[in-house]
């Protein structure tokens, strides 16, 4: 069936709307619509459908290398934003074709050469409403999220469904179904709506785990769930001699409790960029500077960095908005893509504020364990160097690393469990017992988190950065600055390379492929790519344009010679009988949706007995069943009986009363 007059333009116009596309979308829909005023047709065969067909799959994959171009984390998105241009050639087609169908077997390319002929002829089919449905699904993919589009959604559906709506119900009633639809599915979108953010804020958090600046929970917390994952975050390369393992920053803590740790008076403050674009200062410059490239993929919105500590200058970051805490953290906002800047620091400094009340504070909960050993080892009577070494012979002798953690018993924290019984256990809990002993042993302390780089990839001639890389430490204020004390046993890394996956490799492969499809991506100017793709449309437009209208491809038809197509599959629809339906509905005595003529004429016995009982229609209906249904051909001799009659039936009753004045 084909959609009303103006309903495929009208989607066009509002799909153009929202995918800031409305100049191509209008004079799409003047092409599509214009096939109303323009009088010729094309007698378009098979092959040229099928080749017609092969030219939007081309578009098709064409939008798809542009997707994935311009932003792969959206790929998909966008190649449905830009489906009704790829098939606009085969819609255009339909509406401009003798029958004003297609060939549906053209559709199914790898099907063609299994179909016989006798399939192909009859398996037609009319694209309109499926090209309408298209549209709309387009636009809502590229919807900002605007109530009024829905309104306009739901005008569009109603128009779509007019023709279709059953008349034998009144029309109140399918407009108030339509009105009771169009609520229910407003909530329903409103409802997708709010657990599509859910589901993307849960996922954001899961997958990239940017950890909270202001919270971070330790010994069965997100730590260990990334230490799970062999995924490469981010990869570094120095400009000159580097020293691994290097750790890179990400939040810093100073409130321990409850498992869980806490940045107090730590809000953010707006950075200003330099003259120079994309160059933003963090802190001071120091002596011996050195540089390190960092390759960086930030998802849409706000990222804390991982840098160097003591990096104090940032170039070719190209971001809209950086912050940065007393604490050290560095903070971005910007649109998803892969971040390529430098970072300049010097090795071992540390920028933090002062220490204060709260970085000596030792939970309640955990102070008895931590003053036993505290005691043990003598912290009190040491310097501060003399503890900070103290702590490394502690838990590198008495202590190794594991990520296989078991309960603990409920009378202790698992803190204390891992001093006192279990000795073994991740970063997390080395970091954090060694900065609540150092509080013991009064010296100011605080937790890091972040990652520690040591890797380097062969392949990538990079250092690669995994999720299992993510570490944690302490920073202890010793004679007047800070400096880092990690204590967690130094085999940690080939011991978290040991249980990597055995595919690993395979999936660093395809990790770097993507990195380098990316970085190529980011070096191509999009204008560059539209000129050069619209430059091989117009050539492969005009390819297969001279391909069509070949001598034995398509031909032009006038109005005057065209003729009726019937479907190869539904014989009979050329009827004369259905004059006499066309009669009747004039007069009044519409014929409902699903009833057969037999039944039709069983119900208009009663309210109109001077047409249904007449003696000549019933031999007639009795020819067009036969005719339209068999069994057998209807000759020629019957069948100009049927034209007679139909003929002589209508002018007989051209009298007759007409039923509530209609006529």
Request: glycine residues 8%.
């Amino acid at each position: 069936m084909k959609t009303p007059p103006l309903l495929i333009g009208a989607t066009l116009l509002l799909w153009g709307w929202q995918s800031r596309l409305f100049y191509p979308a209008l004079v799409m829909a003047a092409v599509l619509e214009s096939h109303r005023l323009i009088k010729s047709r094309w007698d378009f065969s098979e092959s040229d459908i099928a080749r017609i067909s092969d030219l939007c799959t081309i578009l098709l994959a064409i939008a798809v290398l542009i997707a994935v171009i311009k932003d792969p984390g959206r790929f998909m998105l966008l190649t449905l934003q830009w489906l009704p241009i790829a098939v606009f050639p085969l819609i255009a087609t339909q509406q401009y074709s003798q029958s004003g169908t297609i060939y549906g077997s053209a559709l199914l390319i790898l099907f063609r050469r299994r179909l016989t002929k006798e399939t192909k002829r009859k398996f037609i089919i009319d694209i309109s409403y499926p090209y309408f449905f298209l549209c709309l699904v387009s636009a809502a993919g590229a919807n900002a999220g605007k109530s009024w589009f829905y309104y306009g959604l739901l005008a569009l559906t109603a128009w779509a469904l007019w023709p279709l709506r059953s008349r034998r119900y009144p029309f109140y009633l399918w407009l108030l179904l339509l009105m009771a639809g169009g609520a229910l599915g407003y909530a329903g979108q409103v409802g997708l709506y709010r657990l599509h953010s859910f589901l993307l804020e849960a996922g954001y958090d899961y997958f990239t785990k940017n950890r909270d600046p202001f919270k971070s929970t330790t010994a069965i917390g997100e730590m260990i769930a990334l230490k799970q994952s062999d995924r490469i975050l981010f990869r570094l390369a120095a400009a000159g001699p580097l020293s691994l393992p290097i750790r890179l920053r990400e939040a810093c803590y100073t409130a321990y409790d409850r498992a869980t740790w806490y940045a107090t008076h730590s809000g953010f403050e707006e950075l200003l960029p330099e003259t120079n674009q994309g160059s933003w200062t963090i802190g001071a410059a120091g002596a011996d500077a050195q540089q390190v490239h960092i390759w960086m993929r930030l998802p849409k919105g706000q990222n804390l960095l991982k840098l160097p500590g003591g990096t104090f200058r940032l170039h070719d970051l190209h971001v809209a908005r950086l912050e940065k805490n007393s604490l050290g953290a560095v903070r971005s906002e910007s649109e998803a893509g892969l971040a390529v800047f430098q970072a300049d620091y010097v090795p071992g400094q540390v920028y933090n504020r002062p220490p204060d009340d709260a970085d000596l504070k030792i939970p309640a909960t955990e102070a008895p364990a931590i003053q036993t050993f505290a005691e043990s080892l003598q912290l009190n009577a040491k310097g501060g160097d003399e503890v900070i070494a103290a702590l490394h012979a502690f838990f590198g002798q008495q202590f190794r690393y594991s990520l296989d953690l078991v309960g603990h018993p409920s009378d202790k924290t698992a803190l204390a469990d891992f001093l006192l019984h279990a000795r073994a256990g991740h970063c997390e809990y080395f970091a954090t017992a060694t900065v609540l002993l150092l509080r013991a042993a009064g010296i100011p302390a605080r937790y890091v988190s972040g990652y520690a780089a040591a890797e380097y990839s062969a392949l990538e001639e990079r250092i690669v950065v995994r999720q299992r890389h993510a570490h944690a430490w302490a920073l202890a204020f010793v004679a007047g600055q800070w400096v880092e004390v990690d204590t967690t046993p130094p085999d940690w890394p080939a011991l978290e390379a040991a249980g990597a996956s055995p595919f690993v490799h395979v999936t660093d492969l395809f990790a770097f492929l993507r990195f380098r499809l990316t970085l190529w991506r980011q070096r191509i100017q999009m204008e560059e790519l539209t000129l050069y793709l619209t430059f091989a449309l117009v050539a492969l437009g005009l390819l297969f344009i001279k391909r069509l209208t070949g001598k034995k491809h398509m031909r032009r038809v006038t109005v005057e010679q065209r003729q009726p197509v019937p479907p190869a599959n539904a014989p009979g629809l050329t009827s004369e009988f259905f004059a006499i339906e066309q009669w009747l509905n004039r007069q009044g005595h519409e014929r409902q949706p699903g009833e057969t003529f037999r039944a039709w004429f069983q119900r208009l016995a009663a309210s109109a007995p001077e047409i249904a009982g007449q003696p000549e229609i019933q031999p007639l209906l009795a020819l067009h069943y036969r005719l339209r249904f068999g069994p057998g051909v209807l000759g020629r001799e019957d069948r100009q009986r049927l034209i007679a009659g139909v003929r002589a039936s209508i002018r007989a009753n051209d009298g007759s009363p007409r039923r509530n004045g209609a006529g």
